[in-house]
């Protein structure tokens, strides 16, 4: 299997992930289903997009393609039919199980796009500098989330919840070594696991940087 093609997988599990997060945040926020949708398209294709735009590749790749953005759309118009029909989904019992969803897909969301950013950094030329391929790895795995928070009027995520983009650094960080000794595939694979882990530890364990309370 060429690189190409399993760099569209990852894409399409990681933007089917990420529009479900957001969609859920959207209906959580009580938005109409044009809002949830319009949430779960943002946090899916949005850190792709400040990606592109850093790297002078404009239009950015989602106008293009516009497949990441139905993808989204579909996903996050599936994700509130079902809790539109079954409400008490969203209560008592329930809520748990609502919770370790968005976890779960959170963090694949995080580790799939964060190796994508280094990735798409990778193909443009920019194989031998580190920062920016850890940069565009981080952008492209938390740019997304933080307009989804910035829309929906709560604290961006990964400012004040958990270790999130401290995972996402780590991944990059990884995949850009790994590309380096082993190959692509090897880096992209390893490195999202890699995330991914770190991201659903942190959050089950309630891991958490430093912070003043006051």
């Given at each position: 299997m060429e690189i190409q093609d399993i760099t569209f997988i990852l894409e399409i599990l990681g933007t089917?992930?990420?529009a479900a997060s957001g969609a859920m945040v959207g209906i959580k926020r009580?938005?109409?289903i044009f809002g949830v949708c319009v949430l779960g398209v943002v946090t899916a294709v949005g850190g792709g997009m400040t990606r592109d735009i850093i790297l002078g590749v404009t239009p950015p790749t989602v106008f293009l393609q516009p497949s990441y953005a139905l993808v989204a759309m579909i996903t996050s118009c599936v994700v509130f039919l079902i809790l539109y029909l079954k409400k008490e989904l969203l209560e008592g019992n329930f809520?748990?199980?609502?919770?370790?969803?968005m976890l779960v897909m959170d963090s694949i969301g995080l580790g799939i796009f964060t190796v994508v950013g280094v990735n798409a950094g990778i193909l443009q030329?920019?194989?031998?500098?580190?920062?920016?391929?850890v940069?565009?790895?981080t952008i492209t795995?938390?740019?997304g989330g933080l307009l989804?928070?910035?829309?929906?009027?709560?604290p961006p995520y990964i400012f004040v919840r958990h270790i999130?983009?401290?995972?996402?650094?780590?991944?990059a960080i990884t995949c850009v070594y790994m590309y380096r000794y082993f190959g692509a595939v090897e880096a992209m694979v390893v490195s999202s696991a890699v995330i991914i882990l770190i991201r659903y530890l942190a959050a089950h364990y309630h891991w958490n940087l430093p912070r003043l309370n006051f």
């Open positions: 089917i992930a990420f009580k938005m109409d809520k748990v199980v609502y919770d370790h969803i030329g920019y194989a031998e500098e580190t920062f920016f391929l940069f565009l790895g795995g938390v740019g989804r928070d910035m829309m929906a009027g709560v999130y983009a401290c995972a996402s650094i780590v991944g």
